[in-house]
């Protein structure tokens, strides 16, 4: 006979060992896993291993709120991260209840039974009543890696950054990194001081924004505060500087456009090269703002161990890439941070009674729930603040849900189907994020089927919403016939 769990939580990254952290803490008497496909905790900062790979946001806000980050750096490496997660999980008790090694590869929902089962892959399977996935958006299978002409032709070696090869030697080596987002800018001051030269080959510029690595007024509150006040000292103006200046940015784009700018060429000393390299065409926040602790990408272009070039590639040559411009920008190695492959819920493939469940064709109750889908929740966070703050609320959220269901003898809770639907769930003109527009569920036109990229709203909200609205319930197996999938 199959394993039964009340809850099964998909992933032990940052998001599902702070969701087994609130399930324990708020509903102790149910039984759960968390299955990982992985050998080891900690998701994302297990995966990624290329050089500089840091958050990409501060670690007073990244971190759990109930259990506050205690290193010295606000921008903090890979490893630090991958620590602390993993320091969390023993120190919650969570170590036995993860099944490392264990992939879903399918699920499926019993309307007879109201439970779901797990198609492991081996071929195993277990049941649970209840599947919260916290895999994440992206594919660990895939980065995205565009379809470059001539690119067998090149003589040198080529890297994916989600892929990274622990012996890879870039010692006096040309190195071009092709990208502009976040994983091109740390890599590029990562790997200049040991490469002959690092070129940050673009499409088109991203938008920059400087940030200290360490946090003065968390190293202030330190020295005067208990350690969880000065915590909750640094989140608070965190918070409020990173919320205000997106605010900002939406409201008057020009104005940060300047500010950006200013910090560039201040950097640089240089406007014509600001302007050449680092002036995007689309407005502050369409896509995501790329931090560069202590201008490190600016030093590194300064000292002349790397520099930009924006134009496009017409092919791969044997010595490096011919360029649109007609330049051969000769390379030893080749890093492709072109971006990454999303998929929804790690790629599970769903169905209801053996019905397949095309998550691009639901709606998202709340950003939390599929309009129609039974006893199912995911997680993801904002896209303009630290992931965890959203990660944390839509826990909290999914606790207040069952413990709901338990107090009322409910089996079933289903997210009924929204009047309208259009806006993409992922509201970002980013092209990876485009790529996938289909694959995600979208947001109707009302509460609570909108999703608001505002923390200082939704952590007043969401611990208040109504889990009853627009939400079915029932407290026996019954057909789900009546609901739309």
């Not at 080596?173 to 994983?183: E, H, L, Y």
């Not at 005067?224 to 605010?247: E, M, S």
């Not at 003109?429 to 109707?444: E, H, I, N, T």
Request: net charge positive.
């Amino acid at each position: 006979m199959a394993e039964h769990f009340d809850v099964v939580i998909i992933g032990a990254g940052l998001s599902g060992i702070g969701a087994a952290w609130r399930l324990q803490e708020q509903l102790p008497g149910k039984t759960y896993a968390i299955l990982e496909a992985r050998d080891a905790i900690g998701g994302t900062w297990d995966l990624f291993r290329y050089p500089g790979v840091r958050s990409d946001s501060d670690m007073f806000t990244l971190s759990y709120p109930f259990r506050p980050w205690r290193g010295a750096e606000s921008i903090a490496p890979g490893d630090k991260i991958r620590h602390y997660i993993e320091e969390t999980a023993a120190e919650g008790g969570i170590l036995p209840h993860i099944r490392f090694g264990t992939r879903v590869v399918a699920a499926d929902w019993s309307s007879l039974l109201s439970r779901w089962t797990l198609r492991l892959a081996g071929g195993a399977t277990m049941t649970c009543n209840f599947v919260y996935a916290c895999a994440g958006y992206y594919s660990y299978e895939s980065g995205y890696q565009p379809d470059f002409p001539g690119l067998s032709d090149f003589s040198g070696q080529v890297v994916h950054p989600q892929f990274w090869p622990e012996d890879l030697s870039y010692q006096d080596k040309k190195v071009v990194v092709i990208g502009s987002g976040a994983t091109a800018v740390t890599l590029v001051p990562a790997m200049a001081p040991d490469a002959a030269h690092v070129t940050m080959l673009q499409r088109s510029p991203t938008y920059l924004t400087v940030l200290p690595p360490r946090d003065i007024v968390a190293d202030l509150a330190r020295r005067v505060l208990p350690a969880k006040a000065a915590n909750r000292v640094a989140r608070a103006k965190n918070l409020l500087v990173t919320q205000g200046f997106y605010q900002l940015a939406r409201r008057r784009p020009k104005r940060v456009r300047q500010i950006l700018r200013a910090f560039a060429v201040h950097a640089l000393k240089d406007a014509a090269y600001v302007d050449e390299h680092f002036k995007p065409t689309y407005e502050p926040w369409d896509q995501r703002l790329c931090v560069i602790p202590d201008g490190d990408l600016y030093q590194v272009i300064r000292s002349g161990k790397a520099s930009v070039v924006t134009d496009h590639i017409t092919s791969f040559e044997p010595a490096g890439i011919r360029l649109k411009s007609g330049r051969l920008l000769e390379a030893d190695v080749v890093v492709t941070a072109t971006g990454l492959s999303l998929i929804p819920m790690g790629g599970i493939q769903a169905s209801i009674d053996g019905t397949p469940i095309e998550i691009g064709q639901h709606a998202a109750y709340r950003g939390i729930m599929l309009s129609g889908v039974p006893n199912l929740a995911y997680c993801i966070g904002y896209v303009n603040a630290s992931w965890t703050l959203r990660a944390d609320l839509v826990h909290r959220y999914v606790m207040r849900l069952l413990t709901h269901m338990d107090r009322h003898g409910y089996a079933v809770a289903v997210p009924d189907n929204p009047e309208e639907q259009g806006r993409p769930l992922l509201d970002l003109s980013s092209g990876y994020v485009q790529r996938a527009l289909d694959k995600f569920p979208r947001q109707g036109n009302r509460d609570p089927w909108l999703v608001r990229q505002n923390y200082l709203r939704d952590v007043l909200t969401t611990p208040r919403a109504d889990v009853t609205r627009d939400m079915t319930f029932s407290r026996h197996p019954v057909p789900l016939k009546e609901i739309a999938v």
